[in-house]
């Protein structure tokens, strides 16, 4: 499994893109694309990944803040200027395909039912497990200020848990159980915002749940500016799990 950090932004850093991870990988020899939120300064970063309109299988979206779905409309529309065909999956909670239809209704008026491929929704709930484009999914509720779901993806040998935004809960804590990869959101590195995490409690979060790696994500602009050495050396201080803070274009293989 392949994992690309497009971005690994907040809303509003002016220097790193909305935090959305690129996910590659094999089932029975076929290839599997995945991308795991895309906010509106993501599908430049994706178009530089590749130019091929027909690789990507499926998107998952966490939540509606505009950080994590509002680049919908340029990725849908770009893949039909490039003539895509194959179906697109386009995963996350009850009511997706109702907020993605009208998003793309104000942003492009007339285009959704124009398009060159099928956009196919899919809705997953907690405590679903779901196969989605060859690869099993399942999801839990985080605390966020919006409604937002983590999501779980498998591949048969290699598991990603991908947080959204928010502090984890029970739930999304047995979620991330024994992954390959944790992408946790980490706001602050220790004073706590609502509805969001900081760094130490994701290290707590992955060492807990028995991931085999953390790697952490939407951190604060300022508190990415200001205190990256401290962040830095608190990271340097974990000598029992692979803690990361990847930057734009990072990748790993799992
Ligand atoms: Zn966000
Ligand atoms: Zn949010």
Redesign the pocket.
């Known amino acids: 499994m392949k994992v690309v950090f497009l971005g690994v932004g907040e809303a509003c850093d002016e220097r790193a893109p909305n935090t959305s991870v690129w996910v590659q990988t094999e089932v029975e020899n076929q290839h599997k694309s995945v991308m795991l939120d895309c906010g509106f300064t993501v599908p430049s970063f994706y178009w530089q990944q590749t130019s091929n309109p027909e690789d990507l299988d499926a998107l998952w979206i966490s939540?509606f803040?505009g950080?994590?779905f509002f680049g919908v409309p340029a990725l849908l529309l770009r893949f039909w200027e490039m003539k895509r065909s194959r179906p697109l999956a386009i995963v996350s909670q009850v009511g997706v395909e109702r907020i993605i239809t009208q998003t793309m209704e104000l942003a492009y008026p007339g285009f959704f039912p124009k398009l060159t491929y099928s956009v196919v929704f899919h809705e997953i709930e907690p405590d679903q497990r779901v196969r989605i484009v060859g690869l099993d999914w399942s999801a839990a509720q985080s605390i966020?200020?919006?409604r937002?779901l983590a999501v779980r993806i498998e591949d048969g040998k290699h598991s990603i848990f991908y947080s959204g935004?928010g502090l984890f809960s029970p739930e999304t804590l047995s979620l991330a159980r024994d992954c390959s990869l944790a992408v946790h959101e980490a706001f602050r590195l220790d004073p706590l915002t609502p509805g969001h995490g900081t760094v130490r409690q994701c290290i707590d979060f992955a060492r807990e749940a028995g991931a085999a790696m953390l790697a952490l994500v939407h951190v604060q602009r300022d508190e990415r500016k200001d205190r990256y050495t401290e962040i830095l050396e608190v990271l340097r201080g974990v000598n029992d799990l692979h803690v990361i803070i990847p930057e734009p274009g990072d990748e790993l293989e799992l």
């Open positions: 939540h803040h950080d994590h966020h200020g919006q937002n935004d």
